[in-house]
């Protein structure tokens, strides 16, 4: 949402410093490929008492082809995470101006656990609940029109299935505005705790980075052009033991670009937050577009489709 010997450097010395005192904190997918997080790029926005539901949903296309080997007599495949279907409903929160809380779940349309066969292996599992999750962003230096922006988002996802890694994802948000333009960048790394043990009795508590960019156009009153950037570098520091997938087939990036155009209004059945003629009603946005896959672990084309409903 793990996987090499123990690495030792400066980058596993610097994340397990950064990570290291939450471990005995958090419990603990089973064995996972590349943690792929929702198509979202999180912003720095926060009014006390505003409400917004979000739905983010993807759906991919032209998804590489799993690779199979026999080993011992049993079949093994490739763990990248690759799901055909991703649904996710999400309840975000104002408290302050400068913090924020969500809380979400999400259902995917994985691959097929413990196939018997080449074939059976590039089939998909049915919809179902994937994992519950909790976020929260603080907002060191809130962004009033043009200008710099600065936070801090950090998130903790549980599985759905008991005995799966639980998963810690924290980085900065960093925005950029000049008149319609808006840069942002949400650069993370994600720590994996717990889950299944290798035939040596090691978890594969690994590290990845990932990223979500948006380079974003204010077009009109009500549309956004966007040009949105995702990714996934697996591993970044060895920690733990690899699973036997993972030392049979290695790991997995995954990269995808692609633009997205957001419709944002008003409807006529919106609510106003307050009983002032300065406060806002209801807000829509309705986000659709294509992200690309960048290389041969990631699915050729994915569809991304969202709605935020602010009251």
């Not at 413990?114 to 962003?137: M, N, R, W």
């Amino acid at each position: 949402m793990l996987r090499g010997a123990p690495r030792q450097g400066g980058i596993a010395a610097c994340a397990m410093g950064l990570f290291g005192g939450l471990t005995a904190l958090l419990g603990g997918q089973a064995v996972a490929g590349p943690a792929i997080g929702q198509f979202e790029v999180k912003t720095l926005e926060s009014e006390p008492g505003e409400i917004e539901f979000q739905t983010q949903n993807a759906y991919s296309f032209g998804n590489p082809r799993r690779r199979t080997v026999s080993n011992g007599g049993d079949l093994e495949a490739d763990d990248n995470s690759i799901a055909k279907a991703r649904n996710a409903l999400e309840l975000e929160f104002g408290i302050t101006p400068n913090l924020k809380t969500r809380i979400g779940i999400e259902y995917e349309k994985e691959r097929r656990e413990d196939p018997e066969t080449p074939h059976s292996a590039q089939g998909f599992e049915d919809l179902k609940l994937d994992e519950y999750a909790a976020e929260v962003i603080w907002i060191a230096v809130p962004r009033k029109g043009d200008g710099i922006g600065l936070g801090v988002v950090v998130e903790y996802e549980i599985p759905a299935e008991s005995g799966g890694a639980r998963t810690l994802v924290a980085g900065p948000i960093f925005e950029w505005a000049n008149g319609p333009w808006l840069l942002s960048l949400n650069p993370t790394l994600v720590q994996f705790f717990g889950g299944e043990r290798n035939d040596a009795g090691q978890r594969d508590e690994k590290i990845d980075f990932a990223y979500a960019n948006q380079l974003k156009y204010r077009w009109s009153e009500h549309i956004d052009l966007a040009l949105e950037a995702y990714g996934t570098i697996d591993r970044v520091c060895g920690r733990g033991g690899k699973s036997e997938e993972a030392a049979l087939f290695g790991d997995f990036d995954q990269h995808r670009l692609g633009p997205i155009v957001y419709w944002n209004f008003e409807p006529s059945f919106g609510i106003s937050r307050g009983s002032s003629e300065d406060d806002e009603g209801t807000e829509v946005s309705l986000g659709v577009g294509a992200l690309f896959g960048l290389n041969s672990n990631t699915p050729s084309t994915t569809l991304k489709l969202s709605m935020e409903v602010t009251f």
